[in-house]
């Protein structure tokens, strides 16, 4: 089982789990100072988000790192913006803006990048099963774009990835880049949710995960 330490590694954590409309919330604490932050859905049983957070600095908490779902910092930067309410705060909100965006967004049986902003044709892109980088890299033939992107779910089952399991499709200035799963990241994932199963679960969401997890 090649994905034997990433179970050990989740198993090592002391976890707490709320259930907030159809969503189910885990909240991960790891012996090395590391938090965990994963959503799931009730009907599915797929993730939807999970982020990272690294041992606490001396200067205060560090900053989640996005993983799986949306990056909400991405919604705040330059660029056109409008104002919106969100509770007793105010965030910004991006209309538009001329940088790619990454997100990821896992399915039953694919994981999916999505790269807004990026306007060229389909012809121009390059994307690679790149085994010596164990990444996916994306390029374009007019030299404007140039991304590397790390598969954690291949790494953790120790996979290569694999030109086969790739398609690309373009639409509305987005580049959707999917990867079918090999049958051992789906029995990982299976094994995970066996995992979190008898995890027990509150009710109350409360401000567990606020800041990962804005809706």
């Given at each position: 089982m090649s994905y034997g330490k990433w179970l050990n590694y989740l198993n090592s954590a002391e976890k707490s789990s709320v259930i907030n409309g159809r969503s189910r919330?885990?909240?991960?604490?790891?012996?090395?100072?590391?938090?965990?932050?994963?959503?799931?859905?009730?009907?599915?049983?797929?993730?939807?988000?999970?982020?990272?957070?690294?041992?606490?600095?001396?200067?205060?908490?560090?900053?989640?790192?996005?993983?799986?779902?949306e990056d909400y910092r991405q919604l705040?930067?330059?660029?056109?913006?409008?104002?919106?309410?969100?509770?007793?705060?105010?965030?910004?909100?991006?209309?538009?803006?001329?940088?790619?965006?990454?997100?990821?967004?896992?399915?039953?049986k694919n994981i999916e990048w999505?790269?807004?902003?990026?306007?060229?044709?389909?012809?121009?892109?390059?994307?690679?099963?790149?085994?010596?980088k164990r990444a996916i890299v994306v390029k374009t033939t007019n030299k404007k774009y140039y991304k590397v992107i790390k598969v954690e779910e291949?790494?953790?089952?120790?996979?290569?990835?694999?030109?086969?399991?790739?398609?690309?499709?373009h639409q509305y200035n987005t580049l959707i880049i999917t990867y079918r799963k090999p049958d051992l990241v789906c029995e990982m994932e299976a094994q995970v949710l066996l995992l979190l199963k008898d995890i027990e679960t509150e009710t109350d969401m409360g401000e567990l995960l606020q800041g990962l997890l804005k809706q």
């Open positions: 919330k885990i909240h991960y604490k790891f012996p090395d100072g590391q938090q965990m932050a994963e959503e799931y859905s009730m009907d599915t049983g797929v993730l939807q988000k999970r982020g990272w957070r690294k041992s606490q600095q001396l200067l205060g908490e560090s900053e989640w790192e996005v993983e799986v779902g705040g930067c330059a660029g056109d913006t409008e104002q919106m309410s969100n509770g007793d705060n105010n965030f910004t909100v991006k209309i538009s803006n001329t940088e790619p965006i990454l997100s990821k967004r896992i399915t039953k999505r790269i807004r902003n990026l306007p060229y044709p389909i012809t121009v892109y390059q994307v690679i099963a790149d085994c010596t291949l790494d953790r089952c120790e996979l290569l990835p694999s030109q086969a399991n790739l398609s690309t499709h």
